[in-house]
């Protein structure tokens, strides 16, 4: 998947650091669905994207001024690239966790523009992280107790965590994705046989509440600081997620109320040119799950859907470019409406 960076106008290369682990099928599920769409409209709007293993990306801190840093042998510098550097862990990219934590806070320090700032990366990655530092919520968490889980789970050290949550239960990694590894326990013992599969990958879990058969994920994607595009996704039958690389339905819906201030208040806690917020819907009322700074916009399911796909990605180019701008300039983060495509809250 990886592809070699383009010599281009300054603030022109976009590279995702991306840890590529994926089967062959993995890889052209990914590229067909997401990231060939994404080379697509990042070269209509005038930038070199590529995908880049960690280890791609080598420093030179060896002189007296700014480090040199090279990705795939060519050198790069804070005005001609942009790096992408959002955490990824799930389960097949275990050994490359500690290589993104390291390099993500280097080529911060090295002062390259991080549209996802690592700090905001790691807190968005574990879901209990995410619940602790948006505490303030104006809509209520869905609530959360993670726990630990390894080869001293038998002694059940976790249950008087639990005290406060009733079965059943929903059970997931604490800091995968894709909807994998979500699990729904009726008892402590269905619970006891989930932890010691865990146990095996040394994954912690979080344990939420069940909310129900059904329910609706709304993903808001909030671009400079703005709702710009409303999903809502449905799960097929009956799934516990409404993944859209799971086979769920979606749907481009206007921005509930309800929703407003919550999304205001996370970008207050979590400012990023980009980001997608999520909400679960119980059929009453609505719950905050998630943020996800890297959110994919993918896998549309009509042509009217890979039309709005298209509109989104452009909407979070040109978002990151006029970014980088001011970043350059030493200035805030503002919007350049020139560069974002049409912009609407659907």
Same mark, same amino acid.
Not at 219 to 233: A, C, E, L, S, Y
């Given at each position: 998947?990886?592809?070699?960076?383009?010599?281009?106008?300054?603030?022109?290369?976009?590279?995702?650091?991306?840890?590529?682990?994926?089967?062959?099928?993995?890889?052209?599920?990914?590229?067909?669905?997401?990231?060939?769409?994404?080379?697509?409209?990042?070269?209509?709007?005038? @930038?070199?994207?590529? %995908?880049?293993?960690?280890?791609?990306?080598?420093?030179?801190?060896?002189?007296?001024?700014?480090?040199?840093?090279?990705?795939?042998?060519?050198?790069?510098?804070?005005?001609?690239?942009?790096?992408?550097?959002?955490? @990824?862990?799930?389960?097949?990219?275990?050994?490359?966790?500690?290589?993104?934590?390291?390099?993500?806070?280097?080529?911060?320090?090295?002062?390259?523009?991080?549209?996802?700032?690592?700090?905001?990366?790691?807190?968005?990655?574990?879901?209990?992280?995410?619940? %602790?530092?948006?505490?303030?919520?104006?809509?209520?968490?869905?609530?959360?107790?993670?726990?630990?889980?390894?080869?001293?789970?038998?002694? %059940?050290?976790?249950?008087?965590?639990?005290?406060?949550?009733?079965? #059943?239960?929903?059970?997931?990694?604490?800091? @995968?994705?894709?909807?994998?590894?979500?699990?729904?326990?009726?008892?402590?013992?269905?619970?006891?046989?989930?932890?010691?599969?865990?146990?095996?990958?040394?994954?912690?879990?979080?344990?939420?509440?069940?909310?129900?058969?059904?329910?609706?994920?709304?993903?808001?994607?909030?671009?400079?600081?703005? #709702?710009?595009?409303?999903?809502?996704?449905?799960?097929?039958?009956?799934?516990?997620?409404?993944?859209?690389?799971?086979?769920?339905?979606?749907?481009?819906?206007?921005?509930?109320?309800?929703?407003?201030?919550?999304?205001?208040?996370?970008?207050?806690?979590?400012?990023?040119?980009?980001?997608?917020?999520?909400?679960?819907?119980?059929?009453?009322?609505? @719950? %905050?799950?998630?943020?996800?700074?890297?959110?994919?916009?993918?896998?549309?399911?009509?042509?009217?859907?890979?039309?709005?796909?298209?509109?989104?990605?452009?909407?979070?180019?040109?978002?990151?470019?006029?970014?980088?701008?001011?970043?350059?300039?030493?200035?805030? #983060?503002?919007?350049? #409406?020139?560069?974002?495509?049409?912009?609407?809250?659907?």
């Amino acid at each position: 998947m990886t592809t070699a960076p383009a010599e281009q106008a300054a603030g022109r290369r976009l590279c995702w650091i991306y840890p590529d682990r994926g089967t062959e099928r993995m890889r052209t599920k990914e590229w067909t669905h997401v990231w060939g769409v994404y080379e697509e409209v990042a070269r209509e709007h005038g @930038w070199a994207m590529s %995908l880049h293993k960690p280890e791609e990306v080598s420093v030179d801190a060896t002189g007296t001024g700014a480090p040199r840093v090279f990705l795939a042998g060519t050198e790069v510098t804070p005005r001609d690239t942009v790096f992408v550097t959002s955490l @990824w862990s799930l389960a097949h990219h275990t050994t490359d966790v500690c290589n993104q934590l390291y390099l993500y806070t280097i080529l911060e320090a090295a002062g390259f523009f991080l549209p996802i700032p690592p700090r905001l990366s790691f807190l968005a990655n574990d879901k209990a992280a995410t619940m %602790l530092h948006l505490a303030d919520s104006p809509l209520p968490q869905v609530p959360t107790v993670r726990i630990g889980v390894g080869r001293d789970s038998p002694a %059940l050290t976790y249950e008087a965590a639990l005290d406060g949550l009733s079965y #059943p239960l929903i059970v997931k990694p604490a800091y @995968w994705g894709m909807g994998q590894g979500v699990c729904l326990v009726h008892s402590a013992e269905e619970l006891k046989g989930v932890v010691g599969l865990a146990a095996g990958a040394e994954t912690a879990l979080v344990c939420q509440p069940y909310l129900g058969e059904g329910i609706n994920d709304f993903r808001v994607f909030v671009i400079d600081g703005k #709702p710009h595009t409303v999903m809502r996704r449905i799960p097929q039958g009956a799934s516990l997620t409404a993944n859209l690389a799971a086979g769920g339905g979606m749907e481009h819906v206007p921005l509930p109320p309800e929703l407003a201030d919550t999304v205001d208040y996370v970008v207050s806690r979590m400012p990023m040119p980009y980001i997608a917020v999520d909400f679960l819907h119980d059929g009453e009322r609505f @719950w %905050l799950s998630e943020v996800e700074p890297d959110g994919a916009v993918g896998f549309p399911g009509s042509p009217q859907a890979a039309r709005e796909q298209r509109q989104i990605i452009a909407a979070r180019f040109g978002a990151y470019r006029a970014a980088h701008r001011e970043f350059l300039r030493g200035g805030p #983060p503002t919007s350049d #409406p020139s560069d974002q495509g049409e912009k609407s809250a659907r």
